[in-house]
Structures are given as C-alpha cells and as structure tokens.
C-alpha cells in the first residue's frame, strides 16, 4: 500500500508505538526524530526506557513498608520493634558450626550438584517424620521444600490464581500474603480476626463468590497473635469439605508457644484433603537459611515443583542438608525449649512495660506465643503519625494499615518482642512512650 493509504492515525499510532519503544523522540514544535540511544547515555532519558517494559503491577500502598523497615535500619542506637526477626544472639551457629566440621567430609558430592526440584530427599524424609509426629499424615512425596514459606506463597498464587478470583483472607494478615493475591488481581475478601471464626460470614462468601482460596494463619497469627481453638477448626474443616474449599494454612508460629502447646493444624484436622500446609525454620531457627516447606496433596506438589523449577531449580541444596543433620540428630526440640523460654520472658517483659508506660493510649491481648503484641490505639491516634515521632525517637514498629488489604488500620500497630532482649524492649517502650506523649501535645 502506498503511504496515502494509511490513515493519519495509523501514523500517529504507529509514531507513539515507536516513541514508546524509545526509537524515536517527538519535540514539541519541532518534529520527530530518530533517537540515538548511545547519545542518550546518562541524559534525562537514556536510550531504553526501562520503566515502560514493565508489565503492569498491582502494587498496594503499604506494600513497601516492611522492605524499607528492613532495608533502612535506623542508626545504631535505634530499636526496631518492626520486623518480624527472631534474635540473631539466640541463632544455633554452634550446632551449625560443629556439623560442618564433623559431617563434611561424609557429605556425597553428588547433592551438591542439582538435585530434584521437590528438594534434598533425606530432608523431605525427615519433615515427614517431623509432621507425622504433629498429627500430620503425610510421606515425603506430599512435602516439597522452599526457599522459604514466602516461596510458597507465590507458587500456590502462580499455579491456582487468575486476576478476577476470589481469596478469602483474615483481617488482619500477613503483608506478604495480601500482596501476592493482590498481585496476582486476584479479589480479596476478609475475614474479621476476632473470639469467634466467623464461620457464617465464610459460608455467605462460599456460597456468593465461590472462592478459589482460603489463606490462613491459624496459630498464633501474624499480626493479631491470635489462635483458632480446636473446635472451631473443626467446624471450619466441615464447612470448607461441603464447599471443596482449598485452605492454604501457613504456620509459621505454631512451635513458639509459652504456655499450653496450641491445638492440632488444620492440616492434621484435614480429613477431605482440602488444606496445604506451609512451614518454615525462618522463626524457630534464622530467616537467611531460606528454607521452608509445603505439605500437600502430591498432584498439588508436582504442580508446583515444576512452577519452581521455572523460579529456581531447587532451593540451596547446601543449607538443605544443614537442616536436615540438624533435625537428624534431634538438636531441634532442645533448641525450642531454649527460644521458648527466652522469649516467654520477652513477651512477659513487653506487656507489662507497655501496659505501663503506655496503658493510657493502647489496649492489646496478651498473645500466648509467636512474636508480636498486636496494639489498639485508644486516642483516635494515627499509628502512621505516631511511627513518624516515633522513629525521631530511635524507636520503630508496623503500623496497622500494612496488614490490611482495605484502608483500616490506622488506629493499630504491631511490635515484635523476639528480636531484642529485655532491656532493649524497656528502652524501646520508655521511647514509644516519649512519642505518645509529644504527639498528644502537637
Ligand atoms: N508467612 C508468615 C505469616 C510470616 O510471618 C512470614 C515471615 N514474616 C512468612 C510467611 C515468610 O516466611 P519465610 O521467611 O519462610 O519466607
């Protein structure tokens, strides 16, 4: 066809197509050029325009929070209460350390090289015994290791959803799981966390949205510290089995208890097959081994080993087998009773400085275990504004939006007991309580 043929907005069209791609530069009153990427170094707009390539991204405004409490630690003298860190002085590196110097040379070379996707086999044998003995019947074949629970969370998100589903989630919950859903334009709708399941409210959404998904922590919850007491697991189990509701439980808390032991999973309740199970040692071990796990039906778990394969081939096969001499020679229950211990005392420290330091301006229920003291600002006080005082202060936390998928939150906030000792956590309070006290004056 001749250029005459084309109509004047094909051209348009055609030019912005290019301008978009960078090929091409438009200056207003002037025309449109041939842009020169190697001219273009360092300017305002460098010759490939990055940003545009990008495919669109769901991002929720509080969906940065905790990467940049993380990645911006305040000075030296600050205390973070924000990040969900267990203590790095309560590490077990000594056993790690000692496994390395003893079992090394045993090791056979081979599992250094690539293994299987679903992870280092000795380890799946051995979370197999870990879960049977929790109540969770299960053979290697049903558990798949992650880098990580957080891993999970994407592959299950990658494999099961498309953007217009429903997801049913707890409010609050945890920041990394209301993103990935989000990310993945999947629909959210929540669950109030309160004394009582809301068992009805499920079953009104099961019947209106058919959901694809229900994400759960059941135990000790990220943020509220909450439980689910047995019976009402049991009735969300029967619920859940009349509708073929998939339950994604994610526990990693549940070992962290500093009275009664909680009651049994959903997974070991499961009786329809219905719920996969993510666990992890970021907790109860350290966040850097990058090694969690999946528990579930073994058509769900080759699904997602070959989503994985995509992401990673396998997780570190090194750490892999860390892990799994570490459970082998039965290092984990001593370790748990030491943490268990140490950090009842910590939360027990937390929530009496708080009640008195700062009793006037929040309420909270003592959580029986995890890591956080979930606050309820009583003054009409903006936990947004109180972290900007507070952080001038030397003392950081989550505000309450971050767990919210909707705009609630504001009057809430989340402090994390495990990461510091007692007399950090003093010093933290006294400080929070400095902050209450300048931006009432404000
Ligand atoms: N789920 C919940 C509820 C969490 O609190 C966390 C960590 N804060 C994760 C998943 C991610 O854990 P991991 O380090 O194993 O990826």
């Known amino acids: 066809a001749s250029l005459l043929d084309v109509s004047r907005t094909t051209t348009i069209n055609a030019y912005r197509h290019l301008e978009h791609r960078g090929f091409v530069k438009t200056r207003v009153g002037s025309g449109t050029y041939v ?45 973070s209460l924000g990040t969900g860190m267990p203590d790095p002085k309560l590490y077990p590196l000594k056993i790690f350390q000692s496994l390395m110097e003893s079992e090394l040379n045993a090791l056979n070379l081979a599992d250094l090289g690539y293994i299987p996707t679903e992870g280092y086999t000795p380890l799946r044998q051995t979370l197999a015994v870990y879960l049977r003995n929790k109540g969770i019947n299960v053979t290697a074949e049903n558990v798949m290791i992650l880098s990580g629970a957080q891993q999970g969370l994407y592959l299950i998100t990658k494999t099961i959803l498309v ?36 068992l009805a409210l499920l079953e009104d ?9 229900l994400y759960l922590i059941p135990t000790f919850k990220n943020p509220s510290g909450r439980v689910i007491p047995e019976h009402q697991r049991r009735e969300l189990l ?27 999973s959903l997974k070991a309740l499961d009786n329809y097959d219905g719920v996969a199970y993510l666990g992890t040692f970021s907790k109860i071990l350290f966040p850097g081994l990058r090694t969690g796990f999946i528990a579930a039906n073994p058509s769900l778990i080759n699904r997602l080993a070959l989503e994985k394969q995509y992401v990673d081939l396998h997780s570190n096969n090194l750490t ?48 029986q275990g995890g890591f956080y003291l979930w606050c309820r600002l009583t003054k009409n006080t903006s936990s947004t504004k109180l972290l900007h005082e507070a952080t001038k202060n030397g003392i950081s936390f989550v505000p309450g939006q971050a767990f919210y998928p909707t705009l609630e939150g504001d009057q809430e906030l989340r402090l994390c007991f495990a990461t510091h000792d007692e007399t950090v956590l003093i010093e933290g309070v006294k400080r929070l309580a400095k902050s209450f006290s300048q931006i009432h004056k404000k």
């Open 35 to 79: 842009s020169d990427p190697l001219a273009e170094m360092g300017s305002e707009r460098p010759g490939i325009p990055w940003p545009q390539l990008f495919i669109p991204y769901n991002q929720s405004p509080f969906s940065s929070i905790l990467r940049e409490l993380v990645a911006n630690p305040l000075g030296l003298e600050s205390i």
């Open 320 to 367: 892999q087998w860390l892990v799994q001499l570490f459970l082998e020679q039965g290092n984990l229950s001593d370790h748990l009773a030491m943490v268990r211990k140490e950090y009842k005392k910590r939360r027990d420290t937390l929530v009496r400085v708080t009640q008195r330091l700062c009793g006037d301006n929040l309420t909270f229920l003592p959580p």
């Open 163 to 198: 953007p217009g589903d429903y997801v049913v989630v707890e409010s609050p919950t945890y920041i990394g799981a209301i993103q990935q859903f989000q990310n993945a334009g999947a629909r959210l709708l929540t669950l109030p966390c309160s004394e009582h399941f809301p």
């Open 238 to 264: 029967q619920l859940a089995a009349r509708h073929r509701l998939v339950i994604l439980e994610d526990d990693p808390y549940s070992e962290l208890y500093y009275q009664d032991a909680p009651p049994p």
């Open 205 to 213: 959404y099961l019947i209106r949205y058919r959901p694809k998904l």
